[in-house]
DNA sequence: AGGGCCTCGCAGTGATCTTTGCGTTAGTGG
DNA sequence: CCACTAACGCAAAGATCACTGCGAGGCCCT
């Protein structure tokens, strides 16, 4: 209900400052919390008693689990990927699909996904997928500058970022390399 | 965590009873709140207090909001679709896919499976999505006994299914029933 | 129509969450 | 080095949630 971006205090912005270690730490046991398939429940006050700190403070920066999950989607799904340069669409999709498939086959991934779209709704669901979109619609352009036709970004997410999100979210199958390559190769038939 | 099928009381279980009733009115009382985008906050006093009946009934019956959730997605999600027959697998896609993207644009069903996803995991995202695949498959299999070859159901519910429920739960664009035809056409290219 | 079983309503209780005000401390800038 | 600003720790209070007996009522079966 309040910014847009990440709250990060004025004064302590700063890396290694006290403020960016409550907000690590915040995220971390965000994280572990959700990995533990304990049944967690993921509350304020849980999260806070995880990271150390206390529950009024994750209260003032963040207001509710939807905003903090929803930052600790975005900071989690921004610049985790090397956007892969090979010289071929081809190539860079295939490599990009495959380690995709890698990031979402890790055990906090998946909940973080879930628990996010669950509970911060539209905020949430973008912040899980806005930098890949944007990493897809790179390697496209790199390929036209070479000169080259290429499909829609709408097309790229049809056919091989949606199948891999979709897989993650709603299936128990398991994400692996070869299957996300033969999506590329089933967008780009030639 | 108690049984997977939906709670239905042993004695109550005829159409017009009171337990019946009771559920109908719970169902509605979910799908009410979680279309009425009033950052509710969809517990189980709240649904119970909409419903007409009291908290306890919905602790006892249900259990938890994951479960409750579970099951008005498994009826939500069942036999809503009349799977279309009407002797050509292209066709028969193309009306599928359709329909999903109408029914998916329904202003309460994406909350529901974002809700049903977030808070009842694994056993959730399935329940959104298992009567689909079954039904697909129920249309491969009828163009499988007019003797003709089909892909495998993986490949449709990559090529799309995933991109319909891709865009519902992560992107705000909008479902045409155009644009799911296409997904089916570039399926079947011929 | 009557007995038996199951479910619901009801009220009370303990636990957990959420918010608020105030003092303290860390970090920034002069 | 000192002062200022802002965030954090702390404690208390109000609200909400989750759960547990007990009694009443409805539904099914004989």
């Known amino acids: 209900m309040s910014a847009t971006t990440s709250p990060l205090p004025r004064t302590g912005s700063r890396p290694g400052g006290r403020s960016a270690r409550i907000r690590a730490a915040v995220h971390r046991a965000v994280e572990e919390l959700l990995a533990d398939e304990t049944g967690e429940l993921l509350t304020i006050p849980v999260v806070a008693a995880r990271a150390g ?27 985790d990927i090397v956007v892969p340069d090979t010289g071929s669409l081809r190539e860079d999709l295939e490599r990009y699909a495959s380690d995709l498939a890698k990031d979402l086959n890790d055990p ?3 909940p973080l996904v879930r628990a996010t779209i669950g509970t911060a709704g539209e905020q949430g669901a973008s912040a899980c997928t806005r930098e ?6 790179a390697i496209l352009e790199r390929e036209q500058a070479r000169g080259h ?41 030639d």
């Open 53 to 79: 700190v206390h529950a009024t403070t994750v209260y003032r920066r963040w207001g509710s689990v939807g905003e903090l999950l929803t930052d600790v989607a975005t900071s989690r799904f921004s610049g």
């Open 108 to 110: 906090d991934t998946l």
């Open 132 to 137: 890949r979109r944007q990493q897809l619609q």
């Open 149 to 189: 036709q290429t499909p829609t970004v709408e097309r790229v997410m049809d056919a091989v970022l949606a199948p891999l999100y979709y897989r993650a979210v709603f299936t128990d199958q398991a994400l692996t390399p070869e299957w996300a390559r033969t999506l590329v190769s089933h967008l780009l038939p």
